[in-house]
């Protein structure tokens, strides 16, 4: 084993099956995990399941950030959703950047939005922003309510259905999208429409659904 690396050029092929058996007889071995990876990292071969698997071994023994992140994103890559969203949470635990701390938030808020869970998905999106103010995540929470107008809207009221736009405006102008606030703008309540039901530009509205948001009543004319 100490001389193999010197007397063998491990390409993929070889890495899989010299090393592929001893791993698959006794995957708790974290040497031969490691052989594995560095080689077939060398070999540009990360997309095999081997790879993989020796890289979730070495991180139970040695967990590191940058690895967790590696196997989340190949689990994701793999439609390996609950696997990706674990190394994801993990990778948000170890992470000593603020910068790769919101990445991962963002990441797994990004996963929830995938499966409808809204609610859950702002809440990563506001622990990227606790972490590093990250205006991307504020451009992300905008696009959750920009998208909820079928969901929440009652149909009984056509301004405070709208309101859900007024709240999408508000993460875009912080998030400094400038092209996002007026698609936003676009779905406001016309003056008109705020004229009919008696209310006046510039109140105090609450967003209500899933939102919770409160708002200040603007039209788009």
Known sequence: DEILGTLVEFDCEKTKSILGPKFEADPTDIETANKI???????????D???LASGKIIFEQNPDFGLAKNIALKNK??????GAEYYFAKAAELASDPEDKADMHI???HIDREKGAKTAARAHYRDAISASKSKDAYEFIGILY??????CAKKVNRVQDRAVFLAAYKMFKLAGSTKRMAEAKAQFPSVGEIFELNMQ????MTVGC??????????RD
């Open 77 to 82: 890559a793999n439609d390996d959703i609950e």
């Open 146 to 151: 920009m998208t909820s107008f079928e969901d």
């Open 107 to 109: 990441q797994l808020g």
């Open 37 to 47: 990876f560095k080689f077939m990292l060398q070999g540009k071969c990360t997309d």
């Open 49 to 51: 399941p081997l790879w």
């Open 210 to 219: 899933w939102i919770n948001e409160s708002v200040t009543l603007e039209t």
């Open 201 to 204: 530009k510039g109140q105090a």
